[in-house]
Antibody, heavy 119, light 110 residues
Framework: QVQLQESGPGLVKPSETLSLTCGVS?????????WGWIRQPPGKGLEWIGSMFHSGSTYYNPSLKSRVTISVDTSKNQFSLKLNSVTAADTAVYYC????????????WGQGTLVTVSS | QTVVTQEPSFSVSPGGTVTLTCGLTSGSVSTTYYPSWYQQTPGQAPRTLIY???SRSSGVPDRFSGSILGNKAALTITGAQADDESEYYC??????????FGGGTKLTVL
């Protein structure tokens, strides 16, 4: 059974960089699939942030592309999100997910982690 | 900028049938947008229901079905149950490596 678990600071100061990691168990990242991040501001809908293949191919939401970096560490079977120059608008629950790009859907999800941007 | 549209809210009686839709502010949805559908209850991660317009994800009951109706993607729940009361999101692939979520539909079963 594929399982994903987000980890990282729950509080980030404005203008700083948000950094999260998603640990994957039950499946080797290097075996295939893209690995993605989705966020959900409190009381609002879901927003796709971006997805990455283990070889380095990436897709990013155009509205966030200038601030986002997704990377993969196959040795630790995990992938990471960095979002720089954060503001209060970046406060959200951040989910990691396996992104089955060829079938165009997200099939396994982490439980999500709340990140608050505040001084 | 293309926006993916969903009804903000819908209600259905227990045992009834409801169809939620997923459209575009500009243009029609077809199978080439590969619509997928997700169910989310408060405080929980989304659960994948449908992908590729009408393929059910593993373990999803067959009372959930997906289709294209007119110029929109559709999620139909047949024989609605109390625990179907959730938020439902669609995702469309817009091409060029861009996926967009709809704003979600809050479904009430009463």
């Amino acid at each position: 059974q594929v399982q994903l678990q987000e980890s990282g600071p729950g509080l980030v100061k404005p203008s700083e960089t948000l950094s999260l990691t998603c640990g994957v168990s039950g499946y080797s990242i290097s075996s295939g699939y893209y690995w993605g991040w989705i966020r959900q501001p409190p009381g609002k809908g879901l927003e796709w942030i971006g997805s990455m293949f283990h070889s380095g191919s990436t897709y990013y939401n155009p509205s966030l592309k200038s601030r986002v970096t997704i990377s993969v560490d196959t040795s630790k079977n995990q992938f990471s999100l960095k979002l720089n120059s954060v503001t209060a608008a970046d406060t959200a629950v951040y989910y990691c997910a396996r992104h089955w790009v060829s079938k165009n859907h997200f099939d396994y999800w982490g439980q999500g982690t709340l990140v608050t941007v505040s001084s | 900028q293309t926006v993916v549209t969903q009804e903000p809210s819908f209600s259905v009686s227990p045992g009834g049938t409801v169809t939620l839709t997923c459209g575009l502010t500009s243009g029609s949805v077809s199978t080439t947008y590969y619509p997928s559908w997700y169910q989310q209850t408060p405080g929980q991660a989304p659960r994948t229901l449908i992908y590729g317009t009408n393929s059910r994800s593993s373990g999803v009951p067959d009372r959930f079905s997906g289709s294209i109706l007119g110029n929109k993607a559709a999620l139909t729940i047949t024989g609605a149950q109390a625990d179907d009361e959730s938020e439902y999101y669609c995702v469309l692939y817009l091409g060029g490596g861009v996926w967009v979520f709809g704003g979600g539909t809050k479904l009430t079963v009463l």
